[in-house]
């Protein structure tokens, strides 16, 4: 699909510059070579949100010397937060492909995340999660705008602190959780027996909600790149679209959690 968007991309540049190639008027061909254009764009940004979201990721464990020095040093900083491994790092079979190490906090019940995609220059980006029981509620507070570049999944709720360091966004995630705990009447769920499972069905879960629109959805992600905003930045409690949703949950209709949930 990306390899199809890719080359109806090309060919509208083309033609946009060489509109002698066809008989025609050239600013008719340049209307045409627009609308390829942006066909060939949508096309193949759906396919990369697409491959980006697997319907059942492949994983594999990693050794801690396969993984990427900038991805180690910032687990480093996050264990000093309190947290500690959840099992061995991850190979996670995204597009592109990602090392992720997972770790957990008893005591503030919420995951750490720490990955790095494949490609130059290898960056680290870290968030934290929190799920909440009996709902299916889950927050997210990452330090990376990109984490909000698609619009979230019904009860899965998202704060960006651009820039953040660990400790910093730790901090605001407490603020969060506890908001959030309240609004859904729920308490932060213990640990996952599978975390694994758990973030497959997060994929899952955000694959699902963009294939009710991809076409809206891919357009919302194009612009949210291209004016570098989204409606997750700052604080949950702040967030026009997060208290609308927050006002109106029904904890009754939200209380079937995925039995991959269950807690250890």
Known sequence: ???????????SILLAFSPEW?????????????TFFLVGLTIAVLGAILASLPENARMEALEDDAVP???????????????????PALRV???????LVPLWHTAERSYATVFVSDGAPAQAHFDFVTTFEPSRAA????????????????????????????DALLERHREGRDHVAAAVR????????????LLRLALRRQR????????????????????????????????????????AWDPLAHADADDVLATR
């Not at 066809?22 to 627009?34: E, Y």
């Not at 891919?218 to 609308?244: D, F, M, N, Y």
């Open 22 to 34: 066809v008989p025609l008027d050239p600013w008719l061909v340049r209307a045409g070579a627009a």
């Open 139 to 166: 927050l997210t507070s990452a330090a990376n705008p990109a984490a909000g570049v698609l619009p979230q999944p019904h009860g899965v709720f998202l704060q960006i602190f651009s820039g953040a360091e660990p």
């Open 69 to 87: 020095a900038p991805c180690l040093e910032l687990v480093t900083r996050i264990e000093a937060l309190g947290f500690g491994r959840l099992g």
């Open 93 to 99: 079979h995204l597009e592109p492909p990602a090392s």
């Open 186 to 197: 729920a308490q932060p769920q213990s640990c996952c027996a599978d975390f694994q499972e």
């Open 208 to 247: 699902e909600a963009f294939l009710r629109a991809p076409l809206r959805h891919t357009w919302v992600a194009l612009l949210r790149v291209l004016t570098k905003r989204t409606p997750s930045l700052g604080p949950v409690a702040e967030q026009k679209i997060a208290r609308e949703r927050l006002d």
């Open 1 to 11: 699909m990306r390899r199809v968007g890719q080359s109806l991309a090309i060919l």
